[in-house]
């Protein structure tokens, strides 16, 4: 099972590829998809053709995608909406099924603690794929969405056996925070 | 000069084509998107599928599209702003340019009145097009940003030719509003 992770945004839209293996996670690939100085239209049309691209050279089987912060200026929102359109659309139009996660599930997937700070995250995704470097904050959520894709589709399978429902993430990796900190 | 006007929407979006001729306007056709009860991504691939099959039928020059309201509601301008982005998207894949009119710009152009109500859009597009019947709402609103882009277009050109900018629209065709009614 591969799964595309993305953190759309209109300026930077973070990627990730894993492959689950099981339980074992596998790191394929992950970076950002820059739009640059152009109108509206030209950085949405970067944003679909780039990641219409990821899913045509790394072929994943699934995608997640990160819910974008409702921010409290409309015209915001509004821009981060469109960008997520964009993202959404070529995935889509690729064939693939979009699963949507909050930032706060994701860090509950990835840290084991929904309020985590951003280098948290980074950090923990470094670990949770044995990275040699820690990947960048947009590279890194995008990893981190397709980390707790991965793990919901877990949890959902225990379920659906009505067998007992496993402790997320961190548990299975035998790895905590405390603190702020990690606990190997 | 053919222009593809769109009026984006999650549920329905609005669409319509008209050829400037000189200073005259030629209805080509009008109608609705609508995209049915499915997933967000699903319902973002139809706008997307939908606009890309009109520039490929109608063979636009250029495009115009309404700027979506931005609601109270964070969680209705983001479903606003995705719906809106995949059909910039399809826009500008089919390598249009896009121009943005606000809902004002739009009701200045066809009713003379930044305030219009929908009904006097409605009715304005249907005599400015010589329509025999009133479009519905949403196919009203993208023929009307295609009139407004018609327009513009006619203004800056003659602001090019430092001549007097000319009153938009309405006047050039005679008509008028007064108390919400049509004064031919």
């Known amino acids: 099972m591969r799964i595309l992770g993305i953190d759309p945004g209109l300026r930077v839209t973070g990627f990730g590829v894993l492959e689950k ?12 998809i820059r739009t640059g100085e152009g109108t509206l239209p030209a950085r949405l049309r970067i944003i ?13 089987d699934q995608a997640a995608i990160e819910k974008v912060f409702v921010n409290v200026n409309p015209q915001s929102t509004l821009l981060l909406g469109q960008a997520r359109g964009a993202a959404i659309t070529a995935l889509s139009v690729g064939g693939l099924e979009v699963f949507e996660y909050t930032p706060m599930q994701l860090k509950q997937a990835v840290v084991g603690y929904g309020r985590a700070r951003k280098e948290q995250v980074q950090e923990m995704v470094a670990r949770l794929l044995t990275l040699t470097g820690t990947p960048g904050k947009d590279a890194s959520d995008a990893l981190g969405v397709a980390i707790c894709h991965a793990h919901s589709g877990e949890m959902l399978a225990s379920l659906a056996q009505a067998g007992p429902v496993r402790s997320p993430a961190l548990a299975a990796k035998g790895l905590r925070m405390r603190r702020g900190r990690l606990v190997g």
Chains 1, 2 share one sequence.
């Open 21 to 32: 293996h099981g339980s074992r996670l596998q790191y394929v690939t992950s970076g950002v």
């Open 48 to 60: 679909f053709e780039s990641v219409a691209e990821l899913v045509e050279t790394y072929r994943p």
